[in-house]
């Protein structure tokens, strides 16, 4: 097993990665709990995989656990998700001193978090992710949100959990597509910010793939020091914690046009997103063409889009992509932010990118003008 401190003086917390760490939750939780009993928010298909098993744990440590199953999928990380997660923790009375853990994916997480963040002016809450996506980010570093019909994650708020439980044993359930869209986030850090670590995935992404327990212990290890140590640095993203959204400006985008639906999941989106910004850079002569191409071959390599032409929904209409970057949170007086590249493992924060560049190199790729 190991930990890594999150580390944000009184609010800290730790990730542990490692096997059988949803057997351990109930010791692991306990500590932080002022009375025996939690809300464990999760969705049908993890609950029903692996509810046992993390009910038992809680159990075996004297905690009564309260689960709210909702349904699978984006949908549910809206407001009338929130509605419904809501009521359910007023009917369980849960109070301030309680804590409430968000067994799922990046859509639990996200949701039971923002839930927690407002629930009574804000409790305590504990991420067990349940896929690598929600490992290697989204349960990490106090993102929490909803989406509406305007955009993804507009309505949220940062809230830190407590402790992070990632259990790589979950994995093992995981869909191969599941695996695929999470490892685009894992390839970003790489990308991002060290040129070291993307070799080592072009030598590993397989293996990572594949489950094997070493090389994913290490890919996720890796991955979560990266992000603490840039959350820590800079927790409401003033500035270098932007380099996490490496590939969404794109991505938001094309999950806007395809519905944040089973058309292209996020990672996927993401996926794309960073072969285009690495593209875009090219264009731009930020970086070379072969550096481009070396992170295309690996999004590749994992089985994921890297052109507009492979997502579904193709030909999409630059225009109504534009717009959505536009509406995007990190567009500021309407000048579109991306995050682009000088290298392999150098990204950069630009802020005021002319959407008319954007426009031409969007129809180059194949959207329709
Ligand atoms: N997923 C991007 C961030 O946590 O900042």
Same mark, same amino acid.
């Given at each position: 097993?190991? *930990?890594?401190?999150?580390?944000?003086?009184?609010?800290?917390?730790?990730?542990?990665?490692?096997?059988?760490?949803?057997?351990?939750?109930?010791?692991?939780? &306990?500590?932080?709990?002022? @009375?025996? @009993?939690?809300?464990?928010?999760?969705?049908?298909?993890?609950?029903?995989?692996?509810?046992?098993?993390?009910?038992?744990?809680?159990?075996? *440590?004297?905690?009564?656990?309260?689960?709210?199953? #909702?349904?699978?999928?984006?949908?549910?990380?809206?407001?009338?998700?929130l509605?419904?997660?809501?009521?359910?923790?007023?009917?369980?009375?849960?109070?301030? %001193?309680?804590?409430?853990?968000?067994?799922?994916?990046?859509?639990?997480?996200d949701l039971a978090g923002f839930a927690a963040a407002i629930y009574?002016r804000g409790i305590?809450f !504990?991420?067990?992710?349940?896929?690598?996506? &929600?490992?290697?980010?989204?349960? !990490?570093g106090g993102k929490t949100a909803i989406?509406?019909?305007?955009?993804?994650n507009l309505i949220g708020a940062f809230h830190q959990?407590? #402790?992070?439980?990632?259990?790589?044993?979950?994995?093992?359930?995981?869909?191969?597509?599941?695996?695929?869209?999470?490892?685009?986030?894992?390839?970003?850090?790489?990308?991002?910010?060290?040129?070291?670590?993307?070799?080592?995935?072009?030598?590993?992404?397989?293996?990572? #793939?594949?489950?094997?327990?070493?090389?994913?212990?290490?890919?996720?290890?890796? *991955?979560?020091?990266?992000?603490?140590?840039?959350?820590?640095?800079?927790e409401t993203?003033?500035?270098?914690?932007?380099?996490?959204?490496?590939?969404?400006?794109?991505?938001?985008?094309?999950?806007?046009?395809?519905?944040?639906?089973?058309?292209?999941?996020?990672?996927?989106?993401?996926?794309?997103?960073?072969?285009?910004?690495?593209?875009?850079?090219?264009?731009?002569?930020?970086? *070379?063409?072969?550096?481009?191409?070396?992170?295309?071959?690996?999004?590749?390599?994992?089985?994921?889009?890297?052109? #507009?032409?492979?997502?579904?929904?193709?030909?999409?209409?630059?225009?109504?992509?534009?717009?959505?970057?536009?509406?995007?949170?990190?567009?500021?007086? %309407?000048?579109?932010?991306?995050?682009?590249?000088?290298?392999?493992?150098?990204?950069?924060?630009?802020?005021?990118?002319?959407?008319? &560049?954007?426009?031409?190199?969007? !129809?180059?790729?194949?959207?329709?003008?």
């Amino acid at each position: 097993m190991t *930990s890594i401190t999150v580390g944000l003086g009184a609010r800290a917390y730790e990730v542990e990665i490692g096997e059988n760490l949803v057997e351990a939750a109930g010791r692991k939780i &306990a500590p932080l709990l002022k @009375r025996a @009993r939690v809300a464990v928010v999760s969705d049908t298909n993890v609950w029903g995989l692996h509810g046992a098993r993390l009910s038992a744990a809680l159990a075996g *440590s004297g905690i009564e656990a309260h689960p709210i199953v #909702l349904p699978p999928g984006e949908q549910t990380k809206s407001f009338e998700g929130l509605a419904t997660l809501s009521d359910r923790l007023l009917e369980l009375g849960l109070d301030r %001193g309680d804590l409430i853990v968000a067994f799922g994916g990046g859509v639990i997480g996200d949701l039971a978090g923002f839930a927690a963040a407002i629930y009574k002016r804000g409790i305590d809450f !504990v991420q067990i992710p349940t896929t690598l996506l &929600a490992q290697v980010d989204s349960s !990490v570093g106090g993102k929490t949100a909803i989406d509406t019909a305007r955009g993804k994650n507009l309505i949220g708020a940062f809230h830190q959990p407590r #402790l992070v439980l990632a259990d790589l044993d979950l994995l093992d359930t995981l869909a191969d597509r599941e695996m695929r869209a999470g490892y685009a986030e894992v390839i970003k850090y790489g990308l991002l910010g060290d040129f070291a670590f993307f070799e080592w995935l072009e030598a590993n992404g397989a293996a990572v #793939l594949g489950r094997e327990p070493k090389a994913l212990s290490h890919a996720v290890t890796r *991955s979560v020091q990266m992000k603490a140590e840039i959350v820590a640095e800079d927790e409401t993203e003033q500035g270098r914690r932007a380099l996490l959204n490496l590939g969404h400006t794109f991505a938001h985008a094309l999950e806007a046009e395809t519905g944040y639906g089973e058309d292209l999941l996020h990672g996927e989106a993401v996926g794309a997103g960073m072969a285009l910004a690495l593209r875009f850079s090219a264009a731009r002569n930020l970086c *070379s063409s072969q550096d481009a191409h070396r992170a295309e071959t690996v999004i590749a390599a994992a089985g994921l889009a890297t052109t #507009l032409v492979q997502i579904p929904g193709h030909p999409f209409a630059v225009e109504r992509l534009i717009a959505h970057m536009a509406q995007d949170k990190k567009a500021e007086d %309407g000048r579109l932010t991306f995050i682009l590249a000088r290298k392999l493992g150098g990204a950069f924060v630009a802020k005021d990118v002319d959407a008319a &560049a954007v426009r031409s190199f969007l !129809v180059a790729e194949g959207a329709r003008s």
